[in-house]
T-cell receptor, first 110, second 113 residues
């Protein structure tokens, strides 16, 4: 099976940079994904890493190290609207489905 | 705009009732999923389907069943609702074997009393 660990809560200041870490255990590995969910809303897809390294999409970047079974989501120039829960997710080899971490609640303060 | 639509946003049912949660996607996706989300537990997979009439158990299938008679529609059935099934239910879909970019519906908050 798969399991993921990520911090439950993170607080950061508007305009700053924050990193949300995720470690995983999985039998086989196809990639690490990140999702954002605002309170009362649906999760939305942010990024996907299949290979080691950094993927950048605007203010958000995601990193993967397959040898360390570790990844992170980096949010730059934080805005109040970035306050949300962030989930990492993995897909194991030969499977169609994602297993999600329990989520990190990010609070951006003025 | 592509969509996953869940038929009800809020639902209140009585213990023992049979409950149907409906999900429709308009993206011609092969894969569809049902998750439940509870505080502190994240998203847990109930059932998924990778093709019409195909279904696979997820991590917590007990007390649930599913139906996929058409590609665009995936139904979750609570055979006899219990209070521990009070939760937020999220439907999602994804294309082919690229099961990384899920599109989620807005969710159904089910309360069983």
């Amino acid at each position: 099976g798969q399991s993921l660990e990520q911090p439950s809560e993170v607080t950061a200041v508007e305009g700053a940079i924050v990193q949300i870490n995720c470690t995983y255990q999985t039998s086989g590995f196809y990639g690490l994904s990140w999702y954002q969910q605002h309170d009362g809303g649906a999760p939305t897809f942010l990024s996907y890493n299949a290979l080691d390294g950094l993927e950048e999409t605007g203010r958000f970047s995601s990193f993967l190290s397959r040898s360390d079974s570790y990844g992170y989501l980096l949010l730059q120039e934080l805005q109040m609207k970035d306050s949300a829960s962030y989930f990492c997710a993995v897909r194991g080899a030969g499977s169609y489905q994602l297993t999600f971490g329990k989520g990190t609640k990010l609070s951006v303060i003025p | 705009d592509v969509k996953v639509t869940q038929s009800s946003r809020y639902l209140v049912k009585r213990t023992g009732e049979k409950v149907f949660l409906e999900c429709v996607q308009d993206m011609d996706h092969e894969n569809m999923f049902w998750y439940r989300q509870d505080p502190g537990l994240g998203l847990r997979l109930i059932y998924f389907s990778y093709d019409v009439k195909m279904k696979e158990k997820g991590d917590i299938p007990e007390g649930y069943s599913v139906s996929r008679e058409k590609k665009e529609r995936f139904s979750l059935i609570l055979e006899s609702a219990s209070t521990n099934q009070t939760s937020m239910y999220l439907c999602a879909s994804s294309p082919g074997t690229g099961g990384n970019g899920y599109t989620f519906g807005s969710g159904t908050r089910l309360t069983v009393v």
